[in-house]
């Protein structure tokens, strides 16, 4: 693959110099970008080498440019080298690279992108993980589809990639959904119910719950005390509200390989196991908080609790693990949770909502203690999404059971407007969703945008079909200037798909899907104020060809990035 090829080009220059004594060896080159340029009239790739090296080397940045640019100069595949600024080196590749390069798409197909960057190396992606209480809704979607769509990413550049939920299954709202089942329960054996209290869930999706308590238990459990339902019910509804979660998942195409209780590593001692852990190094201590400042609280007073040391990691102040009356702390049970995580992987990245920001510093410090600064850890906050209708706010209350549902999208939308609206933006950025917006065909969206321009490259290759001209490479030294620029647009894939993974950010795929897309629409429209520039032209089948090789392989690059987000790639539209 072309940036593949260069950075290699660039290693041979710079171990070329090393081995002259132009260059000291082992040098750090982990910082040497290879890139296209902002401007497109300096070249077709830029690298930072001269500049990134020239301290260590005791040379000015030019002066090494010079030196590297000689090297570079005599190959093949370079067309020419330049120094530009302080020091960049712009470099023009050869016509004969670019078609090599369009073979190259041809050839891999499916598996253009795809590269083993990530070899050897285990990946936990925990994502979604909503408390089990009810269907998915908007404000778990985004983060779903962020995680899914990383979790793709890393897969493809060689990760062995685990997709995790953690099941808050322990907490005291799993009560109230077993309490809420109790009353659908109660209602299906026939009681007439009015209004659900205060603090329960009022949501229809429990009816069916109750119809099923209903017809396995009998009025068994309509009068009896609540001690001797609960945990039979606790049980029943939180399989029953994972089942619907699932279900609603895989409206998106999400698929977990692993779902985690927290009421099974509870069971299981895991959290007194990594208490224990963190003792023995002392870094857990029986300790007393300070009383918050600015704050007025009556009755606050001084307990003592076992502290996490996390200041010692950069938090800022120790954390309780444990409640006054010996209960876990959220913190306690997540540190407990991400110590089995790391049990059986490298490193961890999880999806958090926005609203967890606070927590995300000594969740980190508690990592870095258990795995002893060994398991790489990541946390990527997903802001939330307005929902809105015609420019409208969309009011959502899962209390209330008043809520737009992640089936309710699909089914209006469709899974690939879901999907690629949720990327269309970085994670960490607030977006608006409109579903009016999201489905109409036109520019300004960017799910048709791009999946038009597959549709209209299939649209292509059946028209010329029916003239008897098929996509050939035997012409491709006929096309011009304006189809190698596309051959360049399509070339950066691998490189944007890297870059994507590593940075923990799918949202640039769909970025350069859109470039990507506008370029060969760009193409198209050529044609319409210029005959000769169009796609097919049944006078000249060996440049048709040459053009039809060149769509088809453009429009398997749009598919393999779609791939990647969890769209399709429309063959008709």
Known sequence: MLFHIFQKHIDQALDDLVASGDLPADLDRKNITLEPPR????????????????????EKPRDL????????SGLDDIRSAEIAGPGFINLKVSDAVLLAELKEIETLGTDYGRSTKGSGVTVNVEYVSANPTGPMHMGHCR??????????????????????????????????????????????????ISDIPEGLYPGDYLKPLGSALAQEYGDKYRDAPQESWLPIFRKAAVAGMMDMIRADLSLLGIQHDVFSSEAELHAAGKADAAEAE?????????????????????????VELPLFRSTQFGDDQDRPIKKSNGQWTYFGGDLAYHFQKAQK????????????????????????????????????????????????????????????????????????????????????????????????????????????????????????????????????????????????QAAQFPRIVESAAVSREPHRIAFYLNDLAAAFHAFWNMGNDHPEMRIIMVNDPAMTSARLFLAKYLGQVIKNGLALMGVSAADKM
């Open 39 to 58: 401007d497109s009239s300096h070249g077709d790739l830029s690298t930072n080498a001269a500049m990134v090296l020239s301290k260590a080397a005791g």
């Open 278 to 302: 963190l003792r023995a190094r002392d870094l857990i201590y029986d300790g007393v908080l300070e009383k918050p400042k600015g704050k007025t609280i009556e009755d606050w007073e001084a």
């Open 65 to 72: 440019a010079i030196k590297i640019v000689e090297k570079l």
């Open 143 to 192: 983060g779903a589809v962020v995680g899914d769509a990383l979790a793709d990413l890393l897969a493809f550049i060689g990760y062995k990639v685990i997709r995790e939920y953690y099941v808050n299954d322990a907490g005291a709202q799993v009560d109230i959904l077993a309490q809420s089942a109790h009353i659908r329960y109660r209602e299906a054996l026939g009681e007439a």
């Open 345 to 488: 992987a490298d490193e961890l990245i999880d999806i958090w909502g926005a609203d967890h920001s606070g927590t995300v510093k000594r969740i980190k410090a508690a990592v870095s203690a258990l795995t002893r600064g060994e398991t790489k850890f990541d946390v990527k906050l997903i802001q939330m999404v307005r929902l809105l209708r015609n420019g409208e706010p969309e009011k959502m209350s899962k209390r209330s059971g008043n809520f737009v549902t992640i089936a309710d999208m699909v089914e209006e939308v469709g899974k690939d407007a879901v999907r690629f609206t949720m990327l269309t933006r970085k994670a960490d950025a607030q977006m608006d969703f409109d579903f009016a917006k999201v489905t109409e065909a036109s520019r300004d969206n960017p799910v048709f945008y791009v999946q038009y321009a597959h549709a209209r490259i299939q649209s292509t290759l059946r028209k010329a079909a029916d003239e008897d001209i098929l996509p050939s490479d035997e012409h491709l030294a006929k096309l011009g200037p304006e189809e190698l620029d596309l051959v360049k």
